[in-house]
């Protein structure tokens, strides 16, 4: 299921639209109405973390190392 917690805080936008892709993939083939509308919305909600880190520059790929060491 794509809402592992790995507790990991330095993915990329990239990494988030890749679990909301395969979010919509599951939904698609889901025979539960409501089980569908739960993974759609986990999709969305992966796609808003994906713009959020995308526009956020404490994301970004070089920086992913110090921002752990701040945040930590």
């Known amino acids: 299921m794509p809402m592992a ?4 805080i330095n993915k990329t ?8 892709a395969k979010c ?3 939904a698609r ?3 539960d109405g409501t089980e569908r509308a739960h ?10 973390l994906a ?5 956020d520059p404490r994301y ?6 110090s921002v752990t060491t701040r945040e930590s």
Request: glycine share 2%.
């Open 51 to 55: 713009d959020r880190v995308g526009r």
């Open 5 to 8: 917690r790995d507790n990991n």
């Open 24 to 26: 919509r993939e599951t």
């Open 60 to 65: 970004s790929q070089r920086d992913r190392r």
């Open 39 to 48: 993974l759609l919305a986990t999709a969305q909600r992966w796609d808003l």
């Open 13 to 20: 936008a990239e990494q988030y639209r890749w679990l909301a």
């Open 29 to 31: 083939t889901a025979s």
